[in-house]
């Protein structure tokens, strides 16, 4: 007979990760804190940055170990636009630190499995990745379009997954029996905006945030550290401030949440 910590000890818990240049880095904070605390995913989707988390994660790499890597590496470095540089530039130049890293390049070698989100701009579709080459699945997650030339796969025009899902939790929907979603691009009110950039990109959290509700509707677990808001995409001197505010909100969670408390008893 099945007892209640039983089936804690087997249930498959999914973990979506949200878009959000290097606000991304909240996600390995919030990894790093449900991780210490014993806490193990059977399956993780993530658009952008969320892509990247989920990625190496899954090859093996602890979030600490990504941080560092991403800042060592200066891989969002990478994937941010040359400001100045006469038309779209190619995003492809990061491709060669993800395969230093991540040398199978092959989602089915993955620790643990993994959906990344892009969408297929000649189609106006969404697509998952869950199979092909894992680089350039992240590298069309990442394609921030009107800045990189899209990436091609099999003919197809990849760009960034957060036009039309920047929190991809579906596929996590029916495969997972708890499901936990990390957003990091909380909204905050602000009473001025003080560069192009940070009007650019608060009109995109704007539109983001738009659908977020009901992508957090699937969640049975929401964690959203507040404060990223002051950040931009590309803040990357910020990286380890932002870490800690992830894994502050992580620890959070796993303090007032009965059921992970029941996970972790188990």
């Not at 606000?23 to 059977?42: C, E, N, P, Y």
């Amino acid at each position: 007979m099945d007892t209640g910590t039983d089936q804690n000890k087997s249930k498959k818990i999914g973990l979506a990760l949200s878009g959000g240049g290097i606000r991304g880095v909240a996600h390995l904070g919030v990894m790093q804190a449900l991780t210490d605390h014993g806490i193990k995913f059977s399956h993780i989707s993530g658009t952008s940055a969320g892509a990247i988390a989920a990625a190496f994660f899954a090859e093996g790499y602890s979030p600490k170990e990504i941080l560092q890597l991403i800042k060592d590496t200066r891989l969002i470095k990478l994937l941010r636009p040359a400001i100045g540089s006469a038309g779209l530039v190619s995003i492809l130049k990061a491709r060669f630190l993800i395969n230093k890293y991540i040398p199978h390049n092959s989602f089915q070698k993955l620790k643990t499995h993994i959906t990344i989100a892009s969408v297929d701009l000649g189609e106006g579709k969404l697509v998952y990745f869950t199979d092909g080459e894992l680089d350039m699945a992240i590298l069309a997650s990442c394609c921030l379009p009107g800045i990189f030339r899209p990436i091609i796969i099999n003919n197809h025009m990849y760009v960034d997954g957060g036009i039309l899902n920047n929190f991809p939790v579906e596929p996590l929907v029916g495969n997972c029996d708890l499901i936990i979603g990390s957003s990091c691009n909380h909204l905050p009110v602000v009473t001025e905006i003080k560069s192009f950039g940070g009007l650019v990109d608060r009109a995109a959290m704007i539109a983001i945030n738009a659908s977020l509700n009901t992508h957090k509707n699937l969640c049975d677990i929401v964690i959203e550290p507040h404060g990223l808001g002051g950040y931009g995409i590309f803040d990357t001197d910020a990286a380890d401030e932002i870490y800690m505010i992830g894994y502050e909100e992580g620890l959070k969670a796993m303090k007032g949440n009965e059921v992970l408390k029941e996970i972790v008893a188990a």
